[in-house]
């Protein structure tokens, strides 16, 4: 039966069911009604037969007088009274119905009409035989008066059951109609369950079925499937969605085939990218290399200049070649945050540091200010932080030509543990254009479109610091005005790992002499952390009218700063008018570029006593500001000395060395008397170690392991431990946990060397007890750098060195070159094969100890190959773990990076347990070992040609 057919019945069937129920409610309406009527009758009569009952009483009481008193008005009377009753009677008798009442009614009427006719012979026989009369009428009106009040309460008592009649049949109805309404929704339940399982249910199951499940064999299995409409329908749906399934199923092929080819195009761009920095990098670190040779062998200006310019070319080759890269690394996604501790102020002030040359050649006012109260040291991602500062501080010298550029940083809001900083560059260059402004983050675009063939650039640094801010949770924003300049602005947020030094209210005093308002808010800034008065004038009249007339200021114990620009306008005589004027114990310092604007400043002042370089540091103005508390500042000195000085001494974090010190002749070493133990299972590690010390003249130990490092200082004191993390027998974690445990009445410093600094490592190495740690491989300015903080050298000269023209800019270069490592280290999957710029840093020109470390490295790592091969064999992960950890290290500390990130493999693949595809891995890294092998060997053969 169809679905149509179906409900047709059931609709039928309710309309029945309705019917009948409203059928019998008529039927109890006008059951209802006739009672009614027939009670109102009732009542009509009692009314009437109560009338009758009080006629009745008033003849009764004539005829009772009458009996007294014999009178014929009285008989007249009761005459009429009689007639009024038998009226009444007759009215009763036509009314009603009943055969009893109208039988009663009669007998009552023939009574009376008997009384009246004794009445009436009463009156005619002037009463005679009244007593006879009288009592028959008395007897007669007893008789009917009782045989009506019968009649009355027979009525009442029939009312009154019909009254209980009524009740009862009142509830009786309302019982019925109640349960019609329980009847009527249960057989609609019914009814509607019916409906629900005939016509819906179907619908339902059809419903539950996935669009991309319905097919013609489900529906046919349906509970259902014998109705015709819903089978059609199904039988259409089936159809319908198995061709949209095809063509999703197309669609999502083609989707597929294309996330595949984009998926290959990147991995093809990404080796392009990463053969073409291979390619270039490799000659490129050599140019390099021989350049700052050439650089340090030359003494002709002009030749040093030719040396600079070719220096400038090659590092923007490579900042060009690092932008592609780290371009093409944010697009895949693959860079991630490694946050560290790091001083804010440092990493913002070697920024401007690296781009101070290009600003000063240009003849721009470049100055670095840093706002009070900035924490001092603070955790986030450093290198990331840096990189931004970079490409944008470089882009505002590059497109300034006059004017200034300013980079202001700033703390927003903080808490505790959390500060919001927000960094501020902003320049008088060249500007942008409102309409270019919106499309000035997007890849390889530029404020106009000549601009890449006026300055050079790809246009990535900005995409590229766009998206490191973000990485960071901040965002970058930028205001501009064409022809006026551009203010670039970002806030990032930084965990405060530690406060500001508390300001010395012993701080002596600082008078600035300069015109440049930027630069003495710099300078006021660092005053007000460091707790120092400070006070600025424009120009040396105003100066010596202050220092003569100090209003309350002690200016004999103050620094006196006096700046380029602003005695670059004044006559001999002010100058010398100056020199009188300055307090006998005050301290003057001069603010230059270089060593070029220095010398005809000393001959002009010669009570300068130190000399501060442009940009201001705040660490060189506390330097500056603390040595003039303790020591009076003697001699003259460059105050980054002072710095280096200061900060050695104290627990604070280190300003690194521009530049590692010459190796000084041996026995007369500022730094003979300190004794190091270098500990490290890796030959050629300690190899390095041993050469990069004994040049500077330290007292050296040499332990392979963690148990005889224990006991060399269970009989040995040293002064600080270089400790290996990773080594056989006892690791250095290990160890330095025991000789924390047996150290007594003293603190040795232990300074960790591990290989992953970045990662877990850095916290286990402070947990064990470990002060400090370097990464490997170690190179020569961090390990001195690191030294010099915790062993300070026991003397410095006083006199202060003249440095060459390009001083500040091979500092710059060098600052760079790291960077653009660390860049192309994490954006580049293929290191250089054999990189000999690493040797030959390391040996600084000795080409015997090149020798010696060549001929190390190759007998350890046939050695360690063996061992990989057996443990490998053994299915020992522990010992290949060990071994290619170790493997690695001697690779990176010969340059043979190809190596070493082929052990990284292994190493990765090992501390799992799982030696799956090591022994490919191994192949391959014997392959690569034959490769460096061969270099290595050729590269002595040419050395020793060489000789």
């Known amino acids: 039966m169809s679905l149509t057919r179906r409900a047709f019945l059931l609709v039928l069937v309710i309309q029945l069911l309705g019917l009948g129920l409203l059928a019998l409610d008529g039927w109890k309406l006008q059951s209802s009604v006739h009672q009614e009527q027939l009670h109102s009758e009732k009542v009509v009569e009692l009314a009437e037969l109560l009338r009758l009952q009080d006629a009745f009483s008033d003849f009764f009481m004539t005829v009772d007088q009458l009996r007294r008193k014999p009178d014929t008005d009285i008989v007249r009377l009761a005459l009429v ?35 009246g006719q004794a009445l009436s012979l009463l009156a005619g026989r002037e009463m005679e035989h009244r007593d006879e009369l009288t009592n028959a009428a008395v007897t007669a009106v007893y008789s009917s008066t009782y045989q009506l ?45 019916l409906y629900n399982r005939i016509t819906l249910r179907p619908w339902r199951e059809l419903a539950k079925l996935r669009p991309g499940r319905i097919n013609l064999e489900e529906l046919e299995r349906l509970e259902y499937s014998n109705i015709p409409e819903l089978v059609a329908i199904g039988h259409t749906l089936g159809r319908l969605v198995q061709g949209r399934n095809k063509l999703h199923l197309r669609h999502q092929q083609e989707v597929d085939l294309l996330n595949r080819q984009l998926a290959e195009s990147n991995r093809v761009r990404n080796d392009f990218l990463a053969g073409i920095s291979h390619e270039i990098r490799t000659p490129m670190n050599n140019l390099v290399g021989n350049l700052e040779l050439l650089d340090a062998s030359l003494g002709e200006q002009e030749d040093r200049r030719l040396i600079l310019s070719i220096q400038r070319a090659v590092d923007d080759l490579l ?15 693959a860079l991630e945050l490694n946050p560290i501790e790091f001083d804010l102020a440092q990493v913002v002030e070697a920024i401007c540091d690296t781009h101070t040359h290009l600003a000063y050649e240009k003849s721009l006012d470049f100055v670095c200010i840093l706002e009070a109260g900035l924490p001092e040291m603070v955790r986030g991602d450093a290198g990331r932080l840096r990189q931004v500062l970079n490409n944008l501080v470089g882009n505002a010298v590059k497109f300034t030509e006059t004017g200034h550029v300013e980079v202001r940083v700033s703390q927003m809001h903080h808490t505790d543990r959390q500060c919001t900083v927000c960094f501020e560059i902003s320049d008088t260059g060249i500007g942008i254009a409102p309409d270019r402004l919106a499309h000035l983050f997007e890849p390889f675009v530029q404020a106009e479109g000549s601009m890449s063939r006026s300055h050079e650039g790809l246009g990535l640094g900005l995409s590229i610091s766009r998206r490191l801010v973000e990485l960071l949770g901040g965002r970058i924003t930028v205001r501009s005005q064409p022809g006026r300049g551009s203010v670039f602005t970002f806030k990032i947020q930084l965990d405060i790992m530690r406060a500001l030094r508390a300001a010395d209210a012993t701080s002596p005093p600082l008078l600035l002499v300069e015109n440049h308002a930027g630069l003495c808010e710099a300078v006021h800034a660092c005053c007000s952390d460091l707790g120092s008065r400070s006070t600025d004038v424009d120009d040396l009249g105003s100066a010596i009218e202050l220092l003569r007339y100090p209003d309350g200021e002690d200016w004999n114990r103050a620094v006196v700063l006096l700046s380029l620009g602003a005695i670059q306008n004044a006559d001999r005589a002010l100058v010398d008018e100056f020199i009188r004027a300055l307090p006998e114990r005050s301290t003057l310092a001069l603010l230059v570029h270089d060593a070029v ?108 392991d963690g148990e005889t490092a224990l006991q060399v200082l269970e009989h040995e004191t040293v002064d600080l431990v270089l400790m290996d993390c990773m080594m056989p027998r006892l690791d250095g974690l290990s160890a330095t946990r025991r000789f924390r445990e047996r150290e007594k009445g003293r603190w040795t410093r232990v300074i960790a060397l591990t290989a992953n600094a970045v990662g877990g490592d850095r916290e286990r190495c402070i947990a064990a007890g470990m002060d400090d740690y370097l990464e490997k491989p170690v190179r020569r300015a961090a390990l001195y750098s ?162």
Request: glycine fraction near 6%; hydrophobic fraction near 40%; charge should be negative.
């Open 81 to 115: 009274e009689s007639s009024h009753i038998i009226e009444l009677m007759d009215g009763l008798e036509t009314d009603w119905t009943s055969t009893t009442q109208a039988e009663l009614l009669a007998s009552l009427r023939a009574q009376y009409w008997g009384i």
């Open 149 to 193: 009040q019968d009649l009355i309460r027979s009525l009442q008592d029939k009312l009154h059951d019909d009254e209980r009649l009524r009740e009862r049949d009142l509830r009786n109805q309302r019982q019925a109609v109640f349960l019609g309404m329980g009847l009527w929704l249960l057989l609609t339940s019914i009814l509607g369950i």
């Open 319 to 333: 900042a060009v070649i690092n932008d592609l890269l780290a371009f093409s690394r944010l697009e895949n996604e």
């Open 597 to 704: 604007e220095l010398q005809p400043l000393l001959a002009l002042l010669p009570p300068t006593q130190a000399v501060i370089r442009r940009p201001i540091r705040r660490t060189a103005v506390r330097a500056l500001l603390d040595n003039k508390r303790t020591s009076g500042i003697m001699g003259l000195r460059w105050v980054e000395n002072l710095a280096l000085e200061t900060d050695s001494t104290t627990s604070g974090s280190p300003t690194p060395a521009s530049e590692p010190a010459a190796p000084p002749a041996r026995g007369a070493s500022p730094w003979d008397s300190w004794r190091i133990l270098a500990v490290d299972d890796n030959p050629v590690n300690l190899k390095l170690l041993q050469n990069l010390l004994e040049k500077r003249g330290y007292q050296l130990l040499t332990a392979d």
């Open 786 to 947: 690191m030294l010099d903080r915790y062993l300070p050298p026991r003397e410095m000269p006083d006199e202060i060195p003249e440095p060459a023209l390009s001083t500040p800019v091979v500092k710059a270069v060098d600052v760079q070159r790291s960077e653009e490592a660390v860049i192309a280290q994490e954006t580049t999957n293929e290191p250089d094969r054999l990189n000999l710029k690493v040797i030959q840093d390391d040996s600084d020109g000795d080409h015997e100890f090149e020798s010696q470390l060549i001929q190390l490295f190759i007998r350890d790592a046939r050695r360690r190959m063996g061992s990989l091969e057996q443990a490998i064999g053994d299915g020992n992960a522990g010992t290949v773990h060990l071994e290619a950890h170790t493997v690695k290290g001697i690779c990176a500390g010969i340059g043979a990076m190809a190596m070493c990130q082929l052990a990284y493999e292994l190493e990765q693949r090992s501390s799992s347990g799982n030696l799956a595809g090591a022994g490919e891995l191994l192949d391959s890294l014997r392959a690569e070992y034959g490769y460096v092998e061969q270099q290595l060997d050729a590269y002595l053969q040419l050395q020793a040609d060489g000789e």
